[in-house]
């Protein structure tokens, strides 16, 4: 990037529920110039109070409504509606109207996939985005890191980013960030996150951790066994998993990690329950309601490594969640060498920090997990990479600072103060390699650089990095 862009450039989102709410809403704040067709007039009337953007009431199929919306003038079409052949077909109209780039959710995974009879090129899609499959894939990948604790490649697997939760009995508990570097400085790292309660924190060198607080770490990929071993993270390997639900998403977690682990579903549906144990011969298939005391302890909670849950239900995820974390304490079971962890669904945005800060150690949200599939593809041309904290309203974002930019004008420590609590520069790729940054740290002309902001403050980073 070496100028700021002097065209806006047009979306057009089809469908506002969960999805195209939250990608209307985020590509508004970065300058994008949306315009979204919906049928529902209560979700038009919702999204109109929060979001400045144009909003066209009526049917998706019906080709006035696009006309409406200046379809021809369009750079990029979002079909994110619920209906997954009405997203397929708006990919092919379009075609007709010369958008240039269409990206369409589904939900069937016969699609997409190397062996699918419609190839993306026949459907004329451009980036096809299935959120069920991403949220199970994500699952899996976080089972089979060290503890259970989110581990994030970024840099060419260079660097890592740890989160872990703090307890009342931790050695970093109390302590300010500015004296946590002076007392461990045999290697570099950098707290570049932090949740209390349900906020999101940006953190400065005053910050004091307390318990309960969950921070995320950016560690050069040789040290992430350091970082564990300051911060008290145990490695060991995960091997018996308890899903609740076993819907679309808990049946492909189990699909995805029975031939690995040892795995239990409960699944509250006495009929679905029978068809999975059919459909999940590696898994150990059990009827029940999963938020219950009896059920969940019957079922071996106590010798589980990681709890799931994956029901539609946002309220029973996180309670099922803090259940299973009380269970699991060490005062109610024998073994309290081992790191138990708790992973919930949770489809209500607002739910997210929350679910992190009382319940789960990783909250995920299927609508942010494939929207930002969908931000990465439209960005892709501004941002060399972007990846989100989960539970975090937090974006780990890798820019290059072009020559004269502000960045590059001053040592980080001297940063303009309104930036302060917004953002943090956490790396930086000079003479061939990554490095962690710190207060005297310069940036200069083309450096590539790691930084992390909340999602509100993605905008003002990028005009940081441009003149």
Known sequence: ?????????????????????YLAKRLTREGYSITAIEADAGLIRYADSYIDARFIKGDAMNISYWK????????????????????????????????RKKIVRIRSLDFGNPDSILSDQDLTVDLLVHPE???????????????????????????????????????LAYMNLKDLSLTHDAFPFRVIAATRGISTIIPGGDYVIHPQ??????????????????????????????????????????????????????ERDEQLAEELTYKLP??????????DTDVLSMAGLLHMDTFITTTGDNETNIMSCLLAKHLMSPQNQDQTNRQRKSIALVDKEDYLVLAASIGSDIALNKKILAGNEILKFIRRGELLSVAHLHGFDAEVVELVAAP???????????????YHGKIIVGAIFQNGQWEIAVGDTQIQDNDRVIVVSTSLQLKEVQNLFVV
């Open 1 to 21: 990037m070496s100028k700021k862009s002097t065209k806006t450039e047009n979306i057009l989102i089809l469908g506002l529920g969960g999805m195209g709410y």
């Open 68 to 99: 409406e919306a200046d379809a021809g003038e369009m750079d990029y079409l979002i079909a994110v509606t619920n209906n997954d052949a009405v997203n397929m077909v708006a990919a092919m109209v379009a075609h007709r109207f010369g958008i």
């Open 133 to 171: 499959e991403l949220t199970a894939q994500e699952i899996f990948r976080l089972v089979k890191l060290r503890a259970g604790n989110e581990i994030i490649d970024i840099a060419e697997e260079q660097l890592q980013v740890m989160a872990i939760r703090i307890q009342e009995g931790s050695a």
């Open 213 to 266: 607080d969950q921070l995320f770490f950016m560690v050069g990929k040789d040290n992430l066994s350091r970082l564990m071993a300051i911060t008290g993270v145990q490695e060991q390997h995960l091997h018996r998993v308890m899903i609740v639900g076993g819907g679309l998403i808990g049946r492909r977690i189990a699909e995805l990690l029975g031939k690995s682990f040892a795995v239990k579903v409960i």
């Open 282 to 291: 590696h898994a150990e298939i059990l009827q029940g309601d999963g938020s």
């Open 404 to 418: 004269n930019a502000p960045i590059t004008r001053k040592p980080l420590s001297q940063l303009d103060p309104y």
